[in-house]
């Protein structure tokens, strides 16, 4: 197997290159050859998917080690981090501090997209706003723009027996997952869940979101790339909001990606890519190649990003183990 620092850099070959030779501190070739000179590192990031509902033990966890070893400059979730639906601030604050922990694994900074169930109804709010502030907000780094967008505003909470039948099979996961899996197709057929199904898909734009990122967007027309990001692919759901954010984006060179369905595609939209994570962590919702556990890392070059989409049992440490158990 070749190791990843002995291979020849991009567009290197072996026959003679007309590209002015490098030298090392000696003043000797360099031992490769085509490869233009090494420049500043790249902007790098990668993105995650959700880590829940009903995280798989470990899953997520192992995923902020793998992801460590990629060295990106940070990390950014398409939502769903911790367990929603708790009707208590004690629980609240407990699943945030767990997934700290697991966050901490990383040595990157990680950001955070608000998915349904990390904003699932005004208890989680409230504990998001202590840690994070206003649940949309941009960024500007490496001649890029961040703009990360709240797809729970107003947040929706669930009916008080969804919610409850809900955490119930929550603690069932975290005690005994294998009767948890036995039980979920019952689980997800039931009236109450069945029922909650439209609300947990509802996508909420206020018009004064809508208004700060036509702002923003407006703002920063420099960018060399705008990197969207939110938690439901609302282009999926033809959202009126969303639709105002798009026609804002305008002709400039962009990428959205969102999260929330559990099962992974790509779309191209009027030459833009439209990227639908799948799972870091949470449980599947239906068959199909889109099924898989993965992280995408992204690498802004002067001709546009290059995409990485690895699959987490295909993050390999020199051992060449993932480290994952329960990951598809």
């Given amino acids: 197997m070749m190791l990843a620092g002995s ?3 991009p567009g290197a070959a072996l026959a003679q290159s007309t590209a002015p030779a490098m030298r090392d501190a000696n003043g000797l070739p360099a031992p490769w050859a085509g490869a233009a000179e090494i420049g500043p590192k790249p902007l790098t990031f990668t993105v995650v998917g959700d880590n829940t509902a009903f995280a798989r033990p470990g899953v997520f966890d192992q995923t902020m080690t793998q992801v460590s070893w990629l060295q990106p400059d940070f990390v950014l979730s398409v939502g769903d981090v911790i367990e929603g639906y708790a009707e208590d601030a004690e629980t ?3 699943r945030w501090a767990e997934a700290q922990l697991s966050v ?3 040595g990157r900074p990680f950001l955070v997209c608000g998915g349904n169930h990390d904003l699932s109804n005004p208890i989680y709010a409230e504990a998001w706003a202590e840690r994070f502030g206003r649940p949309w907000r941009s960024f500007a780094y490496k001649n890029a723009l961040f703009l990360i967008l709240c797809t729970e505003d107003p947040v929706i909470p669930l009916a008080s027996g969804a919610a409850a039948s809900f955490n119930a099979m929550v603690e069932l996961v975290g005690v005994d997952f294998n009767r948890a899996l036995q039980e ?6 039931s009236p109450e869940i069945a029922a909650s199904r439209d609300l947990t898909n509802q996508v909420n734009i206020s018009d004064e979101q809508v208004a700060w990122a036509v702002d923003t967007l407006a703002e920063n027309r ?8 939110l938690h439901k692919p609302a282009w999926k759901s033809e959202n009126r909001q969303f639709a105002k954010i798009q026609a804002a984006l305008g002709d400039r060179p962009y990428t959205v990606f969102a999260g929330h369905t559990h099962y992974a595609t790509h779309e191209l939209i009027s030459g833009r890519d439209y990227v639908n994570m799948g799972t870091s962590g949470g449980i599947r919702t239906r068959p199909g190649p889109g099924n898989f556990d993965h992280v995408v890392n992204v690498t802004l070059t002067p001709k546009g990003p290059v995409y990485a989409n ?14 994952q158990t329960l990951a598809y």
């Fill in 7 to 9: 291979a020849l850099l």
């Fill in 92 to 94: 609240v604050a407990r």
């Fill in 104 to 106: 901490e694994k990383l």
């Fill in 184 to 189: 979920m197709d019952a689980f997800i057929a």
């Fill in 222 to 229: 420099g960018a060399q790339w705008t990197f969207v990001f």
């Fill in 310 to 323: 690895v699959r987490l049992t295909g993050l390999l440490d020199l051992a060449g183990q993932s480290g």
